[in-house]
């Protein structure tokens, strides 16, 4: 979907400009994204295969949930408008904890450039698998993987097509913000 995104300058200040996704992708425009890292209260993380009909890294395990902001919302109303979409899940802005704004300036062969911040959130799950429904056009599948597991994809970040290798620090960062809320 091409919908709408503002425009923010490379300090991630919003500048008044909204653009087509398919544009600001095009002219490598700055702008912000919704990360929302679901765990449970057993240290457990949920992680999200992307649908291989995506352009870019498609069949990536990797964040719970992610989406653009779109023109004229807030980081917390993308990342529930994004959990319900890709996954199915209500939540309330309350149970978003933020850790963070990360800068996230990628250029892809097929000549995409995708210059986001990435506003993340940590958030705690109860709902089990078997309960979440996939939007296909994004997701491919879920699983939970143990903490343990979580900081050995990170070491051997890249295997078995986990996780993007330069943002090695953000996931770090995600996990250690969720060891302390499951410790």
């Known amino acids: 979907m091409d919908e709408y995104i503002d425009i923010v300058d490379k300090q991630g200040n919003p500048t008044g400009k909204s653009e087509l996704k398919s544009i600001v992708h095009q002219k490598g425009y700055f702008h912000h994204t919704s990360h929302v890292w679901f765990y449970t209260k057993n240290g457990e993380v949920l992680l999200s295969q992307r649908s291989a009909k995506k352009t870019i890294c498609p069949l990536m395990w990797d964040v719970s ?32 904890q933020s850790i963070g704004v990360f800068e996230c300036f990628q250029t892809y062969d097929n000549g995409m450039v995708d210059n986001e911040f990435h506003n993340t959130f940590i958030a705690e799950i109860s709902v089990p698998l078997s309960k979440l429904t996939l939007q296909e056009e994004e997701v491919e599948a879920l699983k939970f993987v ?27 960062l995600v996990w250690q913000n969720i060891i302390k809320k499951t410790a």
């Open 146 to 172: 143990t903490l343990d597991a979580f900081k050995k994809l990170i070491k051997n970040i890249g295997e078995d097509n986990h996780f993007v290798p330069s943002n090695k620090a953000y996931y770090e």
């Open 65 to 96: 949930v992610a989406g653009h902001i779109d023109a004229g919302e807030t980081p917390k109303q993308a990342a529930i408008r994004e959990a319900e979409e890709e996954i199915g899940l209500i939540i309330s802005e309350n149970k978003l």
